[in-house]
């Protein structure tokens, strides 16, 4: 929903994927700033009304993103596609990063518009296991950021360190970045950024994706 800057970057971005993607947005003027090779449907109306939901496909839809220019509206529209239609997969752009603590409480994954890119909406959007940040110039550490499984939550980051040998650099929580220290326990909606040795990445990987083992 929307076809701003943001939503047609978006919107591209997801198609380059090789994903079939709808636009939203209630002015059709907005539609120009897609690209002309652009094959998605495009449909005119408001990103929250059940109708025009139904009409770009939600009830087949794997994902849904809110970046139009209106947190009220954003957040709507997420809640609806959530609550309404199920859809697991959802993001909502806040212009107004006090409220986001109060939208991921919500269930609602955000990104505040100071801190936007394609890849980080793509990144909540899409889960992709783990992007590299950053590579020490011996290819040997890596910095990374890592889906974790939502078995790890409410756990403490020492027990994901145990488990993977890897360590926590720091956590994005609510936007903003922190160094947790060792009494820190991991919450919905952290994004973990891990420090791994390079050959040990899809092995960290593996571990922090699936649920972490009981012991008897």
Known sequence: MGCGRAGATLAQSLESHGHSVAVIDQNPDSFRRLDPAYAGSKVTGLGFDRDTLRQAGVDDAYGFAA?????????????????????ENVVARI????????????????????????????????????TSEFTDAS?????????????????????????????????????????????????????????????????????VTAAPEVKA
Do not use: C
Not at 68 to 85: H, K, W, Y
Not at 101 to 128: C, F, H, K, N, S
Not at 147 to 164: C, K, M, N
């Open 67 to 87: 970046v139009s220019d209106g947190d009220n509206s954003n957040i709507l529209a997420a809640r609806v596609v959530r609550e309404t239609f199920g859809i």
């Open 95 to 130: 212009y107004d990063p006090h409220r986001a603590e109060i939208y991921q409480r919500l269930g609602i994954p955000t990104v505040a518009t100071v801190r936007w890119t394609a890849d980080q909406v793509l990144r909540r959007l899409l889960p992709m296991g783990a």
């Open 139 to 207: 290819g040997k550490i890596q910095l990374a950021e890592f889906d974790v499984h939502d078995g790890w939550v409410g756990r403490p980051l020492r027990a994901l360190e145990d488990a993977t040998g890897a360590r926590v650099g720091y956590l994005t929580r609510y936007g903003d970045g922190f160094l947790p220290d060792a009494q820190t326990v991991l919450q919905e909606n952290d994004i973990v950024h891990l420090l791994v040795r390079t050959e040990e990445s899809a092995t960290v990987e593996r571990i």
